[in-house]
């Protein structure tokens, strides 16, 4: 069995179960930089202009410095996502040249790529992962204790999706759809770090899961009914052909099913309510009319976030037609290799013979 777990590591390019000083830095320092973004209202920090990104940056380039000391690879993800970045700032610098109101967008874009490679560093290592996403989760519980509120969904109905109050704290989670995004991703990775986890950890994991899909589903996000259904449904696949995996994926639907009948009115109020979205037409597709005409005006460098809209004035809801728009068609591509890379890596995964199949079912889960 041991041989059998040193196979699937050494098949897993930067895997590394090693603890050493400068990884639980570089995680202490992440944990900072996520927290300074979701709490900076409540700790004061947003009241000083460029400060919690200033600290942000920082951190990254600890990071940044840690890696080049010890002589490890880069993540391939933060490559794609420096060039992404490099790409933004000169297509904002154009805009300054032409007397055009600068976005913010390439500064956030710098922010995200400091955060995302000091995640990166961090997740090779598979506790790191878990306390990573109870991390996270923990932020998302935190801000929904001190920010929470229902909004109307609208079109005359009762019904209300959970979201966050402004200005208080959370900021990055801009509306419900980020809070489901978040919530979801989170739970899928906890389900799957559960057949890895002792007993004790395992029941953390699965009440940390349960309430993450409890506050995906309260948003009424479509996306995030649909998405969280097919990570659990490939968490349930995993579960049946792990050792002692048919146990706890007992425990899960035990819990799961007492957590149902005590909220079963809740329940059954929010599946009213995602009944009437699914049949409300979305106008998140109309883009996609205009779409060859709009990026015919940013076929290099972009106009801006501000400008980052259609011609029928709708900011898409499409990442690669919104890097097109706001930093200009050479950074969209640069996104869709990327995305190929992503979809390469995956593809490998699942061929590699050494890898065991609940590995490969989270690869393909987490990259859906």
């Not at 790409?87 to 710098?110: H, K, P, Q, Y």
């Not at 560093?121 to 923990?138: C, D, E, H, K, T």
């Not at 919530?183 to 899928?188: E, Q």
């Not at 559960?194 to 996306?223: E, Y």
Request: aromatic share 12%; proline share 2%.
């Amino acid at each position: 069995m041991l041989q059998r777990q040193e196979q699937v590591k050494s098949a897993i390019p930067g895997f590394d179960e090693k603890n050493n000083l400068t990884r639980f830095l570089v995680e202490i320092l992440l944990y900072a930089s996520v927290g300074i973004r979701v709490f900076g209202w409540k700790l004061g920090i947003l009241k000083f202009t460029y400060l919690s990104g200033t600290l942000i940056l920082l951190c990254g380039i600890v990071c940044a410095a840690i890696i080049l000391i010890k002589k490890e690879h880069f993540p391939k993800s933060v490559c794609f996502a420096i060039a992404m970045t490099i790409l933004a700032l000169i297509s904002d610098l154009r805009l300054v040249e032409s007397d055009t109101v600068v976005s913010r967008g390439s500064r956030d874009l710098i922010l995200w790529t400091s955060i995302l490679l000091m995640a990166c560093y961090v997740v090779r290592n598979n506790a790191a992962v878990i306390r990573f996403a109870l991390f996270l989760s923990g932020c998302l519980f935190l801000s929904l204790f001190f920010g929470s509120t229902l909004s109307d969904v609208g079109g005359g109905t009762d019904f209300q999706r959970l979201t966050i109050k402004k200005d208080t704290v959370g900021t990055m989670f801009a509306n419900a759809n980020a809070i489901a995004q978040i919530a979801y991703s989170a739970a899928t990775v906890l389900l799957f770090a559960s057949l890895r986890c002792q007993n004790s950890l395992k029941i953390i994991c699965w009440i940390c899961a349960i309430a993450l899909s409890l506050v995906s589903l309260l948003t009424l996000s479509r996306q995030g009914l649909i998405v969280l259904s097919v990570g659990i449904l490939f968490y349930f696949l995993a579960a049946l052909k792990s050792r002692g995996g048919k146990i706890g994926l007992a425990f899960f639907v035990l819990i799961g099913i007492i957590t149902t009948i005590i909220y079963w009115q809740k329940i059954a109020v929010v599946k009213e309510g995602y009944e009437y979205r699914f049949q409300l037409p979305s106008g998140r597709t109309e883009y996609w009319k205009t779409a060859l005409t709009d990026m015919q005006d940013t076929l290099f460098w972009g106009k801006g976030v501000p400008n980052a809209r259609t011609i029928r004035g709708f900011q898409p809801h499409n990442t690669f037609l919104w890097l097109h728009l706001a930093f200009g068609g050479i950074c969209a591509w640069v996104y869709v290799c990327w995305g190929l890379w992503m979809i390469g890596k995956g593809w490998f995964l699942i061929r590699v013979r050494e890898i065991l199949l609940p590995y490969k079912l989270e690869a393909v889960a987490m990259l859906l």
